[in-house]
């Protein structure tokens, strides 16, 4: 059995990673600041530290306590317009907070570190599939927040052989399939629990922001993957930390327009979506899909839900049974 310290372990993508660890028998101490994640979330039988990370004793009292086989870092600020707002929030909270943590791991020992990065360091891409290889040119602070921490582990290697794996995530979606945990987000930016809230009146009805794209039916495209394969994504990388670090896109493979998952929702949950139709957002790219190849190729890795209705049952149901979500803001 190892144990694990996973930072952010109360939110969504993190709250599904500690149920996997936990499910193979590992020890997970959580470290949250619960600004953004639910007590509810986490399992009964894993130690929650409830902290800041801008807290370094504290930071440092948790190395002192338990000794970790690596990290999983999920705490972040995330959202890309209010990084816009406020730039040097999401360098302070993002960037040197992550590179603290990274600096407390090198002196307690730890030698693995799998950050939560984002598919925001390749702003707006000239080619789709987005490859591993693509030029990183992020269009906003939270996604140049993240990339400076992606350098910073990359010298943490050269220098100190802190081995790290930075995930590029795109579009989280989905819930545990068993139900007991989901999304739950405030404020909720997410297409498809804000269409699932639009159908079930718990939300207003959605806007959907631009017609006119070089898409098949005129809507965004993005690539949508799965919360749980995501998960098992951080538990694949896991063994080649012990040679090198890793940098990896993870996402479906697959794009899914805006209508495709209204429509998906309206077919899962039978029932329409409300929505009304606005102009296009400033930097909103007509397409983002990843390729994961490197990542399938390397790792074994592959999508358990990678169909759109797979995915929205999943979040259906969570949302349906829980309609204030973990009910405790």
């Known amino acids: 059995m190892a ?37 509810g979330a986490i399992p009964a039988g894993v130690e929650l530290v409830h902290a800041e990370l801008a807290d370094r004793r504290r930071v440092a009292e948790v190395f002192a306590a338990w ?27 993002n960037t040197a907070n992550s590179l603290s943590l990274a600096d407390a791991a090198v002196q307690a020992g730890v030698r693995k570190f799998v950050f939560s990065s984002t598919a925001a360091l390749f702003g707006m891409p000239k080619v789709v599939p987005i490859a591993e290889d693509a030029d ?51 404020p909720e930016t997410h297409l498809i629990p804000l269409c699932i809230g639009a159908a079930l009146g718990t939300r207003p009805a959605l806007t959907v922001f631009g017609t006119d794209y070089a898409t098949p039916d005129g809507t965004c ?34 794009g899914y327009s805006v209508k495709q998952v209204i429509d998906s929702v309206e077919r899962i949950g039978g029932r329409p979506v409300p929505h009304s139709f606005g102009p ?22 592959q999508p358990r839900f990678p169909a759109l209705d797979d995915i929205v049952r999943t979040a259906w149901a969570w949302h349906e049974a829980h309609p204030r979500g973990y009910g405790d803001r």
């Open 3 to 39: 144990r694990f310290l996973v930072t952010g372990g109360a939110g969504y993508v993190g709250s599904h990673l500690v149920r996997a660890l936990v499910a193979r028998g590992d020890e997970v101490v959580v470290l949250d600041s619960l600004r953004q994640g639910h007590r």
């Open 67 to 93: 000794k970790f086989e690596a990290v999983f870092h999920f705490a972040a600020l995330s959202l890309v317009g209010e990084s816009m707002r406020e730039p040097l929030r999401y360098c302070v909270e």
């Open 136 to 186: 990183l040119a992020p269009a906003s602070a939270y996604g140049e927040s993240k990339l400076m921490v992606e350098k910073g582990l990359f010298w943490a290697d050269q220098v100190h052989g802190l081995r790290s794996a930075c995930l590029r995530y795109f579009n989280a979606a989905g819930a545990d399939a068993a139900g007991g945990i989901g999304e739950d987000h405030d």
């Open 221 to 254: 495209i993005r690539d949508y993957v799965h919360v749980s394969d995501l998960a098992s994504a951080h538990l694949a990388v896991l063994p080649l930390l012990e040679e090198r670090s890793l940098r990896y896109n993870l996402g479906n493979g697959a």
């Open 280 to 301: 296009r957002r400033a930097g909103d790219p007509a397409v983002l899909v990843a390729a994961s190849d490197a990542l399938r190729r390397e790792t074994g890795w």
